[in-house]
């Protein structure tokens, strides 16, 4: 993963970033990675802890048909963009 890239998104990284736990730490996990936190809010919107467990990374997001039309939407939004997911 670069820095300075959402690995959900693949957009470059605004100035606010969140550390997301690939595995919920309230499951073990404890590899992390820097996101959006629009893109954190959408990924804890759609999947439990147990489906977060069970797809263990990001790119396993990143196939569901949420997550796929999330990322086209925002693909061109700006880096620091946020707005209340719904």
Not at 41 to 67: C, Q, S, Y
Request: proline fraction near 8%; charge should be positive.
């Amino acid at each position: 993963m670069q820095d300075n890239i959402c690995p959900l998104c693949d957009r470059p990284l605004g100035e606010k970033r969140e550390k997301h736990h690939i595995i919920p730490k309230s499951k073990g996990g404890t590899e992390t990675a820097l996101i959006h936190p629009i893109c954190h809010r959408k990924i804890h919107k759609v999947f439990t802890r147990a489906e977060l467990v069970r797809l263990g990374t990001l790119d396993a997001l990143k196939d569901h048909p949420d997550m796929v039309s999330f990322i086209k939407w925002i693909a061109r939004k700006p880096p620091n963009f946020y707005r209340r997911t719904r």
